[in-house]
Nanobody, 119 residues
Framework: VQLQASGGGLVQAGGSLRLSCAASGRTFTMAWFRQAPGKEREFVAAITWSGESTYYTDSVRGRFTISRDNAKNTVYLQMNSLKPEDTAVYYC????????????????WGQGTEVTVSS
């Protein structure tokens, strides 16, 4: 499965962005991770195939929303009320068997899209 992320950019604090990740095939779980300069890649959000289960890291819960369109094999991350600390390269990931926050459990990764939030 190949993943193609898009939608990053420069936005002012308090603004919004929507990231998209198109997959070349069907996957059980799709997720977003992010990596800020000098930091490790961290979990942001995940969603199961049905969309009934979603999970967010505490720092984005209530501001970010993950969703998916299975007809398009695409996952979205709507990011509202952005903060400078959200600045990072955002990566989409997918798994055929795992749903959770552990980076190493995801088999497929996209190339990343950069998000910069100015203060």
């Amino acid at each position: 499965v190949q993943l193609q992320a898009s939608g990053g950019g420069l936005v002012q604090a308090g603004g919004s962005l929507r990231l998209s990740c198109a997959a070349s095939g069907r996957t059980f779980t799709m997720a977003w991770f992010r990596q800020a300069p000098g930091k490790e890649r961290e979990f942001v959000a995940a969603i199961t195939w049905s969309g009934e289960s979603t999970y967010y890291t505490d720092s984005v819960r209530g501001r970010f929303t993950i969703s998916r369109d299975n007809a398009k094999n695409t996952v979205y991350l709507q990011m509202n009320s952005l903060k400078p600390e959200d600045t990072a390269v955002y990566y989409c990931a997918a798994s055929n068997k795992y749903y959770g926050v552990i980076r190493a459990e995801y088999e497929y990764w996209g190339q990343g899209t950069e998000v910069t939030v100015s203060s």
